[in-house]
């Protein structure tokens, strides 16, 4: 029943087609997927904050819209 790539979600709630093109870690024994290299170093200052959705990443992978900084 499985004959295309897995889908799943990253720390960041998005939905990933393919996973092994994504940074990961191992977070409480189960295999975490971060969009971006950014969000992992999110993750990384604060991983309990970041799981608990208390962290703010940015997602340059989502849209190419103009960087307003
Ligand atoms: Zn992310």
Same mark, same amino acid.
């Given at each position: 029943?499985?004959?295309k $790539?897995?889908?799943?979600h990253?720390?960041?709630g998005?939905?990933?087609?393919?996973?092994y093109?994504y940074?990961?870690?191992?977070?409480?024994?189960?295999e975490v997927?971060?969009?971006?290299i950014?969000?992992?170093?999110q993750?990384q200052k604060d991983p309990e904050?970041f799981?608990?959705?208390d962290?703010i990443?940015?997602?340059?992978?989502?849209?190419?819209l103009i960087?307003? $900084?």
């Open positions: 029943m499985q004959n $790539s897995p889908e799943v990253s720390a960041c998005d939905r990933l087609a393919d996973a093109r940074p990961r870690v191992l977070y409480k024994g189960r997927l971060f969009c971006t950014d969000c992992l170093k993750y904050g799981m608990h959705g962290v990443h940015t997602n340059s992978n989502k849209s190419t960087e307003d $900084s």
